[in-house]
């Protein structure tokens, strides 16, 4: 008994050790070479109208602020339809559409399996408290989903078909990780048609938040996806600089530029991007 108790002691310090370090540890962009196959001359469509109809319902839109998703109002008919959509997208034979309808329907299939692995678990305060095991917090690497026979997981679809396919760092603006410190989820979803303009908005939208990029005095203090991600936005401080004054507004773009490649500091919250919880951080919905 003493030797099974001291066994459970080492196991038990070193996931208080290792998990923490697990968490924050960011996978590679490697290559799954069964999803490279595409069809370049194709003007098939995908319809995400299901998806967009509940974007359009459950999410809030805050103009100063995170989006925020009402989780807890959405009804049993409407989960329902949410899942019809996500078995929709998993019979597609996504290797007959074009890149532009391929990286929509990547993004689309993730965040709306990222919602549904939500409202499976919720209440609850941080999609790292969902799945797992003990050396690594949230969902990411279990096997949620199957495309044309493959288990995938949300990893496989961020890190081994959209990262390493789409090399350009916008798919980190697309994929939502349900948390109040990811860029926003759209109110509505991403199509081959508005894919690259949807990305480039939400990547403005983010470098322009105080979520993204903000300034404490002369600190420039930046998101922990820069941080992370390192290796997408340029490889180096100065590379993560450039690549936020593409979208950044002229005064920030002045500030970002003295900077001279220096980030003082990282940043992210990992709590649920509930609506409650984005107005709790004093962060209200716009107008319209």
């Not at 540890?25 to 490697?30: E, I, N, Q, S, V």
């Not at 469509?45 to 995170?66: Q, R």
């Not at 959509?85 to 309808?101: C, F, P």
Request: aromatic fraction near 10%.
């Amino acid at each position: 008994m003493r030797c099974l108790i001291a066994a459970l002691s080492i196991v038990a310090a070193l996931a208080s050790v290792c998990a923490p370090l697990a968490a924050q540890a960011a996978p590679d962009a490697k290559l799954w070479p069964r999803w490279k196959a595409h069809d370049a001359d194709s003007t098939a469509t995908i319809n995400h109208g299901a998806f967009n109809a509940f974007l359009h319902k459950y999410v809030v839109v805050h103009d100063e602020g995170p989006n925020g998703v009402r989780y807890g109002d959405v009804s049993d008919a409407d989960r329902k339809k949410l899942e019809h959509y996500i078995a929709t997208l998993e019979k597609i034979k996504i290797d007959h559409y074009n890149r532009d309808v391929q990286r929509a329907y990547w993004i689309d299939l993730y965040n709306a399996e990222t919602i549904d692995l939500v409202l499976t678990n919720y209440p609850v305060d941080s999609i790292r408290d969902i799945g797992g095991g003990l050396f690594h917090h949230g969902p990411w690497g279990d096997h949620v989903l199957k495309v044309e026979g493959k288990k995938l997981s949300l990893n496989d679809i961020e890190h081994r078909i959209l990262r390493p396919i789409w090399p350009d760092g916008m798919t980190h603006y697309g994929v939502n990780c349900a948390s109040i410190s990811c860029p926003s989820l759209r109110a509505s979803a991403y199509t081959g048609a508005n894919v690259d303009r949807a990305l480039a908005k939400n990547a403005a939208d983010y470098v322009n938040s105080p979520e993204g990029v903000h300034f404490d005095g002369s600190k420039l203090i930046v998101s922990k996806i820069y941080d992370w991600y390192q290796s997408d936005f340029g490889g180096d401080a100065l590379g993560v600089i450039q690549h936020l004054r593409r979208f950044a507004k002229p005064a920030l773009s002045a500030r970002l530029d003295a900077k001279s490649g220096q980030i003082d500091g990282y940043v992210y919250d990992w709590a649920l991007n509930s609506e409650h919880n984005i107005q709790q951080r004093g962060f209200q919905p716009n107008d319209d």
